[in-house]
């Protein structure tokens, strides 16, 4: 039984890799999925340390992501509205990428996309810049965009070793 969570946990957590780089919530996925198995399935499979590791690199991940996206537009002089344009452009161009181009590709390529577009209507419209000035902070967010998800990317990795390690460990 112990070698079947485990392989679960490892398929899950290849899973919450694939999410995570079309920008869904995989490190949550793999942390959720180690919690059931604890409290549901078998206790001692995985300790509360290596729960905790796990969701640990979840927040900070969040974090990482969270700050890459704003610095990225920041860096590049942008606005609070831009930046707000660059997120809501970020789902918008996910969803849409997501039908245009194949799924995965799509995906990350709308997001990046939909980043730049929504930081330079957002600029342009909202916060009263040149079209130069919100051009430059439209790349900005397009590639802290793809820096955040990136380095998110590598914090799910990390969860799903630690946790697929942990649970063939045992």
Do not use: H, N
């Not at 690199?57 to 890459?68: N, R, S, W, Y």
């Not at 209507?121 to 790349?139: L, P, Y």
């Amino acid at each position: 039984m112990p070698y079947t969570a485990a392989s679960i946990l490892l398929v899950v957590s290849l899973a919450g890799i694939a999410l995570t780089v079309v920008t869904l919530p995989g490190a949550w996925l793999i942390c959720g999925a180690a919690i059931l198995i604890k409290m549901l399935w078998i206790p001692d499979l995985l300790s509360w340390w290596t729960i905790g590791v796990a969701v640990g690199l979840a927040i900070v991940g969040e974090i990482v992501e969270l700050a890459a996206s704003s610095f990225g537009a920041a860096k590049a002089g942008g606005s609070k509205r831009g930046a707000i344009g660059a997120l809501v452009g970020t789902l918008a161009g996910a969803i849409i990428g997501s039908f245009i181009l194949f799924f995965p590709i799509g995906t990350i390529v709308g997001a990046v996309a939909g980043a730049a577009a929504g930081s330079l209507v957002a600029e342009r419209a909202w916060a009263g810049r040149t079209w130069a000035e919100s051009a430059k902070a439209s790349q900005g967010a397009a590639v802290g965009r793809l820096a955040a998800t990136v380095m998110k990317t590598g914090f799910t990795v990390a969860i799903g070793l630690v946790v697929s390690i942990a649970g063939f460990m045992k």
